[in-house]
């Protein structure tokens, strides 16, 4: 391997680096440490935006320097995934929100005033899962 | 590669690979179908941050036409997963 870098590249690289597999590891902890569904869908926004930005940018900032020309093909992995993971999301909710109604649960509609418990048991009457 | 770049990424991986090992463990254990596909999705977006941490690795510029390939089809099976939840049926 010759690494033609400079050094504060590779500085840069090692944080971003660093910087989105924590990001990553915090959001899939979240997603499993989090208590109802309700919570748990905005564990992995963390990993789409902080873990897959920076490590989009250390690719970028190393290849350019390595190739000596901007390379700036690995920011379409950010956009699109900035595009698309609203739309899974807004999805997942829609569907979980339509499940918890077909088996009993109430869920307030939107405009209804909200209940004490919301912020620390999340919707009313949704069991807790783990 | 300098030596705090090459530690840097093996911590990376580590981190990265337990980020997956978590998901995988909700998608195992989550106790309704929406909680199984929230975790495929975080799952499939660690995967893709592994394969974007192996081409810099491996100084490799190919390895990031695999890594938009596995958001496209992730993005794609989460959002028939969701659609299939929401009305038993993905295409009606």
Redesign the interface.
């Known amino acids: 391997?010759s690494?033609t870098?400079p050094?504060w590249v590779?500085?840069l690289?090692?944080?971003l680096?660093?910087l989105?597999?924590?990001a990553?590891?915090i959001?899939?902890?979240g997603?499993?440490r989090l208590r109802t569904?309700f919570q748990?869908?905005h564990?992995?926004t963390l990993?789409?935006t902080l873990?897959?930005w920076s490590?989009?940018l250390?690719?970028v900032a190393?290849?350019s320097f390595?190739?000596g020309q901007l390379?700036v093909?690995?920011l379409?992995?950010g956009v699109?995934?900035a595009l698309?993971?609203p739309?899974?999301?807004i999805?997942?909710m829609?569907?979980?929100v339509?499940?918890a109604r077909m088996r009993g649960v109430e869920i307030p509609m939107p405009g209804d005033p909200p209940s004490v418990d919301d912020a620390t048991r999340g919707p009313a009457g949704v069991d807790p899962?783990? | 590669m300098s030596p705090l770049l090459s530690w840097a990424l093996a911590f990376a991986l580590g981190c990265l690979a337990l980020a997956m090992a978590l998901s995988l463990a909700r998608m195992i254990l989550g106790p309704r179908a929406e909680d199984r596909v929230v975790a495929f999705d975080c799952l499939y977006m660690n995967t893709m941050l592994v394969v974007l941490t192996l081409g810099l690795i491996y100084r490799s510029s190919s390895y990031f036409e695999a890594a938009l390939l596995i958001a496209l089809f992730g993005f794609v099976g989460s959002t028939a997963m969701a659609k299939f939840l929401l009305r038993g049926e993905v295409i009606e």
Request: proline share 3%; glycine share 8%; aromatic share 10%.
């Open positions: 391997m690494g870098t050094p590779d500085a690289t090692a944080l680096v660093v989105g597999a924590l990553a590891l959001g899939s902890f997603v499993l569904f748990r869908v564990a992995p990993v789409t873990g897959v490590l989009t250390a690719t190393q290849l390595e190739h390379y093909h690995s379409l992995i699109f995934i698309t993971a739309v899974t999301t999805f997942l829609r569907a979980a339509f499940r899962g783990h």
